[in-house]
């Protein structure tokens, strides 16, 4: 495709609501749509332009590519495995209920894992799922259906714990459902919440331009308690500038500084969870600004 084929492909794109090309990452965005032309016909981005207008099936289509959708249980295990053992433990012996974001959460696969671990830690906690994509909402609000390969990552024992087979396909538990709150929200220009311990925004960030990347990260850090995580994809390491302001854990995690209040510092150590813990009732903090202030059933008891 030629650049100004490009450009003038962005300008129909822009007039998508919600869809901000400019802050996505040109050379992928344009790769993205070079693939979807040729695999929907092929050839000439003006006839393509065209089609946008007057194709509404082929339109819904494109946005969801435009979107990047992928999403899977336990995709990234061992990086799930480290949060459920290090920074969510780490995170309930500060604080025995915990306020959590899962940002970008697509179909919901990612709030439902988090809830799934702080099942299994017996925590207190609430989460915040939101996307920007209304087409994902229905299904994260509705925990499923999933299919086979949504779940391969989810082991014999959590599948048959967390998952119903309805019809239609397989669904979490509303157990889980309970922990969450579903809302659209769209990183580059809805308001972000307060008082998160943390903030998971996983395989998202890497297809913003730097700046964009940079700015977002900002927003999370003030998000963010002093103390909170920020759990970030395998392939989106901060490096310089994106850095500011947050300590590295190792791994895909980043600490805002609990030295910033009055707090105690948070301390990153490997340790086995005791029993009983995360039991103990306390009163979360503020929910976040976009979201209807809720407990989580499952953990009112
Ligand atoms: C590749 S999926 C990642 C899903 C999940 N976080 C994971 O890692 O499995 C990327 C998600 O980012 C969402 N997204 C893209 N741009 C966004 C924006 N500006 N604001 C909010 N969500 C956005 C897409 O709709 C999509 O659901």
Redesign the pocket.
Known sequence: MRDSQYEQLKRSIVRLPTI?ID?YKTEQMRRRIEMFIAAHGGGDPVAFQRALGTDKALLAQFRDML??????FF?DAQQFERLRTDVLSELLERRPALSIW?????NG??PYMLAILLGELGARARILA????RS?LPRARAGGPYAAQDLRGVTAARRVRYFVEREGGTYVVDTLRAYIQVTE????SSPYGRDYDLI?????LI?FQAEVKVAILRKFRVALRPGGVLFI?GTEALLGAELEGFRPLGGNFYQRPAEESAGRRVTWRRQPLRPGFGRATSRLGRWSRHSAARWCSACRA
């Open positions: 901000d802050a979107t990047i959708n992928v999403s899977e995709r899962s940002a970008a959460c697509s696969q990612e939101t996307d920007f994509d994902v929200h769209n990183l580059l998971v925004c996983r395989n998202v297809y994809g």
